[in-house]
């Protein structure tokens, strides 16, 4: 129900934007969020935003901006200054996060 796109590598202090797009009649009602998983960790929460647009962040995400356009029920993660710490599989989902997960996309920080 969620398609991410968007990853790819970049170097450090750079610049990629992800985007997801579910399914409008989950997307239109629902707080979403990005969430984000590296190698043998648990998957964490990254950003979110409410149905309204209103966004919150975490510590992962102080480079970061969340954006949401309802009316094509997509989602948009702008990361700046990017670091090796960035370094994950990142996911969509609502928030709180649903059962089902998509394959989510890579992104790689690293010279």
């Known amino acids: 129900q969620f398609v991410e796109s968007g990853g790819g590598l970049v170097q450090p202090g750079g610049s990629l934007t992800l985007a997801c797009v579910g399914s409008?009649?989950?997307?239109?009602?629902?707080?979403m969020a990005w969430y984000r998983q590296n190698s043998g960790n648990e998957r964490e929460l990254v950003a979110r935003?409410?149905?309204?647009?209103?966004p919150h962040y975490t510590r992962y995400s102080g480079r970061f901006t969340i954006r949401r356009d309802n009316a094509k029920s997509t989602m948009f993660l702008y990361m700046h200054g990017m670091a090796p710490v960035d370094t994950a599989v990142y996911y969509c989902?609502?928030?709180?996060?649903?059962?089902?997960w998509g394959q989510g996309t890579q992104v790689t920080v690293s010279s």
């Open positions: 989902n609502t928030y709180p996060a649903g059962p089902e």
């Open positions: 935003i409410t149905v309204d647009g209103r």
């Open positions: 409008t009649d989950i997307f239109s009602v629902s707080h």
